[in-house]
């Protein structure tokens, strides 16, 4: 179906592609996950390597409840894309449009109470150079924190094209690919959630 | 040199070698050509490190200034030369091999390689700012206190980085996506396979540099406490992190070298490659194991010693992939109709100084030797008998062997024997008596030695600069041949993988028509070899 609507130029370059069911885009941005899931594999030793060799007084200061507030809020952007893209594919734009939107809204939030914990945590004294875990913690969420602000960036620049009628029911590739990368940020969340503040 | 090399590209301009170019062919060009430059300036820096170590004694470099070229010899051959050269092969061949028009996401391809050049002068800007002095290795804490240079030493490495990347998610996606019709897994190229191997460690490899780089840049700039030990940080964190991308590096160096040499053997043997899914699987095992082995570098931290036996086993396994892919290798020209060109004697001179390098990593990975050679120059010439014996010998031979197809032009025999010659002797010359300097206890990395070592270090210096030379006849050959060398014919070799299947050079696209294949990449001898794949491209020359 998608393929009806790229060019019959393209499909042929990819036909080897389309012969295993693999979309070159989306193998692309599943590679580029996987690059990503090693990068913060490498974070997060380094955290742990911490939490459990030099253990801190300090992690008691994490607000887990406020934390986890966020997290719910996280985790319904997720939701939100999913339902975005269930509406392009039923062809309801509309649908898209108010979906993404309220991802944007809900990620934007979430950065909201990160820097809202961030500005807790400072005010208690601890710092990217106050301690041990000062370093890993804001170095390790920050950068989490990071890769949600690309990803309201890309669901903005998604957002434009859907607002341009860039995406129909046959043609919704842009929202799926931003949709992995939005799911792969929140999975990313739920680890360092449970291995920062629940264990 | 790289202008009067590119402006001659028979009927099409020079200067699109100097814009954002999407034609995987250019790209691969842009590759080679900024890369060897690359290469030049690392052996520049390496006959300076040798000149002051010809005698013992400061000659006249001191310790900061020997560390500083030192640290960007090795980081410049690294991550400038060895690592992109073979993306450049990469990017020229592998589209062709498969027989694709280009690469999957060909604007990502170009930013690959537009992250090279700004990522290099980073690295070589920082000689005006106190260059980076703590190794190729950067190990903490030396690497949190020394200058600025250092910090941009990081970040270059982590655009570097960022660029390999880039370029593995496309090989892996070219590679799956865009065969052409009849190009099963199983009758691609081998150096495709190397590709698929590196680009998979490239994929889970780099990314951990990455991280521990900015871990070194947070250090240094952000005040976090990573690696400093004197406020509990840990400095063999950073060991851990850079060796679990770096040892792989290793093999990101090495198997699309041996993806080179695997085209080479059986073109001028006249014989099927033996073994072609030996090599093929031994190059994505080699990959796997090549992700457990990296703690092999630490055996002398002071990490957990019940971990050294386990690092070791999987260390000596990979010997069993690689012995594999020797005698295949060797099966191969085995009574073969053999040709001796130049790309064939930098094959086989691949074989016989990567055979040293590979052993001698096998006394490395064993703890008793590891311990009493550990940081001694016996590692040194174990590395560059890999890298420079193997992998630079395996990217002459692909220069050689591509050179007509690249140019449609064809080098000089004569001057390619040359280099040969000069090469082969001057790389034994260099590292052979290392391997005994280090074995009598001659620490690598200081600017100053013992008086015992000189004639040994006389040897390897008049070694390094008969290997500075042997690269004139190269440069001359190259840059004469490409603007006045006889034409080549499309497939002077008479091979029968895709790239020699269409003109020398290929036209934008590559092909005249999408090609059919119906064969093996190396199926010599047998009745459907040739015109089962020339069938699909009518315009063969030869």
Redesign the interface.
């Known amino acids: 179906m998608r393929e009806a609507t790229r060019s019959a130029d393209e499909a042929?370059?990819?036909?080897?592609?389309?012969r295993?069911g693999?979309?070159?885009l989306k193998?692309?941005m599943w590679?580029?996950l996987?690059?990503?899931?090693?990068?913060?594999?490498?974070?997060i030793?380094?955290f742990m390597?911490?939490k459990v060799?030099?253990p801190s007084p300090e992690s008691s200061l994490l607000d887990v409840v406020l934390v986890g507030l966020n997290t719910f809020v996280l985790l319904t952007s997720s939701l939100t894309v999913v339902l975005g893209l269930a509406a392009i594919q039923r062809g309801d734009r509309r649908g898209l449009i108010g979906y993404l939107t309220a991802t944007i809204l809900l990620g934007t939030a979430f950065l909201v109470g990160q820097g809202n914990e961030f500005a807790t945590l400072y005010r208690h004294g601890i710092t990217?150079?106050s301690?041990?875990f000062?370093?890993?913690f804001?170095?390790l969420t920050g950068?989490h924190g990071l890769h949600v602000l690309v990803g309201i960036c890309w669901a903005l620049s998604t957002l434009v094209k859907a607002l341009r009628a860039g995406y129909s029911q046959g043609s919704y590739l842009g929202v799926e690919v931003f949709g992995l990368y939005w799911h792969f940020v929140d999975i990313v969340w739920i680890i360092l959630f449970t291995l920062i503040y629940l264990i | 040199m790289s202008m009067s090399t590119e402006a001659v590209t028979p009927g099409r301009g020079w200067r699109r070698y100097f814009t954002w170019n999407t034609d995987h062919k250019v790209i691969g060009v842009q590759y080679l050509v900024t890369t060897f430059c690359f290469f030049l300036i690392g052996g520049l820096l390496a006959m300076l490190v040798r000149a002051e170590l010809a005698q013992p004694g400061p000659d006249f470099l001191n310790g900061t200034e020997f560390n500083r070229f030192l640290t960007n010899h090795g980081s410049v051959m690294l991550f400038l030369w060895i690592i992109p050269v073979l993306a450049g092969f990469g990017n020229y061949l592998v589209p062709l091999m498969i027989g694709?028009?280009d690469m999957?996401?060909p604007n990502m391809n170009a930013l690959s390689f537009w992250l090279i050049p700004p990522a290099g002068l980073i690295m070589l800007a920082s000689f005006f700012v106190g260059a980076a002095e703590a190794g190729w290795t950067a190990y903490a804490p030396l690497s949190i206190q020394t200058p600025v240079g250092q910090t941009l030493w990081a970040v270059s490495v982590i655009i570097l980085g960022t660029s390999s990347?880039l370029g593995?998610?496309?090989f892996?996606?070219t590679v799956?996506?865009?065969?052409?019709?009849g190009?099963t897994f199983w009758r691609l190229p081998l150096f495709v396979w190397g590709m698929l191997a590196t680009s998979l460690l490239v994929?889970?490899?780099?990314?951990?540099l990455?991280?521990?780089l900015?871990?070194i840049a947070?250090d240094r700039m952000?005040?976090?406490?990573?690696f400093s030990a004197s406020?509990?940080?840990?400095p063999i964190?950073w060991q851990?992190?850079f060796w679990?991308y770096s040892h792989p590096a290793v093999y990101i160096m090495v198997l699309p070298a041996m993806g080179i040499v695997s085209e080479v053997y059986p073109v001028f043997s006249r014989k099927p490659i033996f073994g072609y899914k030996a090599i093929a699987m031994s190059s994505m095992a080699i990959s796997i194991l090549g992700l457990t082995v990296w703690a092999h570098h630490m055996f002398t931290s002071g990490m957990d010693p019940r971990l050294r036996i386990p690092y070791m086993i999987s260390s000596m396994i990979i010997a069993v992939p690689t012995g594999i892919k020797i005698f295949s290798w060797l099966a191969t020209i085995w009574d073969g109709k053999i040709r001796f060109t130049t790309p064939m004697l930098f094959a086989l001179g691949f074989i016989s100084m990567f055979l040293i390098g590979g052993i001698t990593g096998i006394f490395l990975a064993a703890i008793p030797i590891d311990v009493h050679v550990h940081d001694t120059y016996f590692v040194v010439a174990h590395l560059h008998f890999v890298l420079f014996g193997g992998s630079v010998s395996a990217v002459y031979a692909g220069l050689y062997y591509w050179f007509p197809k690249i140019t449609g032009r064809m080098y000089d025999e004569r001057l390619g024997k040359v280099h040969f010659v000069a090469n082969f002797v001057g790389t034994n010359l260099t590292y052979l008596p290392m391997f005994l300097a280090g074995l009598l206890g001659m620490p690598r990395r200081v600017s100053d030695y013992s008086p015992e070592f000189t004639t040994l270090n006389l040897l390897a210096t008049l070694g390094a600069f008969l290997l500075g030379t042997s690269a004139l006849p190269f440069i001359y050959n190259a840059v004469v041949s490409w603007v006045s060398g006889p034409k080549a014919a499309a497939n002077p070799w008479r091979a029968l993988t895709l790239e020699w299947q269409t003109d020398s050079p290929p036209p934008a696209e590559n092909f005249h028509q999408?090609p059919v294949v119906n064969s093996g990449p190396y199926d010599y001898g047998q009745p459907m070899g040739v015109s089962g794949q020339a069938q699909a491209v009518p315009a063969v020359g030869d």
């Open positions: 042929g370059m990819f036909a080897a592609g389309v295993l693999l979309d070159h193998l692309g590679l580029f996987a690059s990503e899931v090693m990068f913060f594999g490498g974070l030793s380094a390597h911490f060799n030099n990217l150079s301690s041990l000062g370093s890993s804001f170095t950068f | 694709a028009r999957a996401f990347l593995a998610v496309n892996v996606t799956f996506t865009m065969r052409a019709e190009m994929l889970l490899a780099t990314p951990v990455t991280a521990g900015v871990l947070m952000a005040g976090t406490l990573f406020n509990g940080g840990d964190l851990n992190m679990f999408p």
